[in-house]
């Protein structure tokens, strides 16, 4: 988090909390504009998901899950991730500053960052009451991706997302935090960090304003610990992508070439993408 000291150096009139950097808003009017993307491009509502929680897949359909092979299976849940992937990317570029950073600072942050928000947003798809996960338009416990062959990884997604669930935090809190992790200054493949830095310090002045308005400043330094766990989960995820893409490299290649000619149109070569 941001000492005190760098606060007092921010052109920041602690009656209006105007900050002059990039966004030049208010910082209520950014805290609003971030909650609003995220509204916008979160694909299930959380009303809508709490009366779905009794939808869950029945024995016969986890069986159905579980017969499908190793590369069946990645292969379906790959299109379910890169629908997700795709929101996130919408969310991104609603961010004020987003768009104003060079295209490649855009695409290393989503390249490095959408798994992050992925991961983020799954918190809200997880019941912590029976430990399952809406996926496929129901909710599945972690068996159903026993075919995955990365018993270990699932469970450790699924334990990410109780976690976070156990944090209670309201959709302003999830927004602002997503946001907060895709405007990463940290990413090695940024060319123009300087920029990054103003748009990220703005998300944490963002964040900051939004916990002590709830008086939950306290959650802060909780949000920077899950933000070492992502980092760890997506290391342990890209890991399990070069497995499988050893085991099955025509099928990542037929999977790949959809995912960038979709998210990015541009032309970083594939191995890039592969290590969103
Ligand atoms: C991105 C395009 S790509 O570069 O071609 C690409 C890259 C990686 C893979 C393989 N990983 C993968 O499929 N994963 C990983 C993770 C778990 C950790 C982070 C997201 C995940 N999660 C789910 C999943 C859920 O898994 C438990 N539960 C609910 N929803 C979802 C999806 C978000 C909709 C569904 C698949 C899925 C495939 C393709």
Request: charged share 25%; hydrophobic share 40%; proline share 3%.
């Amino acid at each position: 988090s941001m000492p005190a000291s760098e606060m007092e150096l921010r052109p920041f009139d602690p009656e209006g909390s105007f900050c002059l950097y990039p966004t030049s808003m208010h910082i209520e009017e950014l805290c609003a504009s971030i909650v609003r993307s995220h509204r916008e491009t979160s694909q299930y509502r959380v009303d809508e998901l709490q009366t779905l929680r009794w939808k869950i897949f029945s024995r016969e359909e986890v069986h159905a899950y579980q017969s499908k092979t190793v590369d069946e299976m990645w292969q379906h849940c790959a299109m379910r991730l890169t629908d997700a992937v795709q929101y996130v990317v919408e969310f991104a570029k609603r961010i004020p500053g987003f768009r104003q950073l060079g295209q490649n600072d855009q695409i290393c942050l989503l390249k490095s960052g959408s798994m992050e928000v992925v991961l983020v947003r799954m918190s809200r798809l997880f019941n912590p009451e029976n430990g399952t996960v809406f996926f496929d338009g129901k909710f599945a416990g972690t068996e159903l991706f026993k075919s995955l062959a990365c018993g270990d990884f699932i469970a450790a997604v699924f334990d990410f997302a109780h976690s976070l669930c156990a944090l209670r935090l309201t959709e302003q809190q999830v927004a602002l935090f997503s946001a907060l992790v895709l405007i990463n200054a940290d990413r090695p493949c940024l060319e123009d960090r300087d920029r990054v830095l103003r748009v990220r310090k703005d998300m944490e002045l963002a964040l900051r304003h939004l916990l002590h308005r709830d008086n939950q400043e306290s959650l802060l330094h909780k949000l920077y610990q899950k933000v070492t766990v992502l980092r760890s989960l997506c290391a342990l995820h890209i890991e399990k992508l070069r497995w499988f893409r050893q085991l099955y490299p025509f099928t990542v290649h037929s999977l790949f070439p959809a995912l960038y000619k979709e998210l990015f149109g541009s032309d970083i070569d594939v191995q890039s993408v592969a290590t969103l």
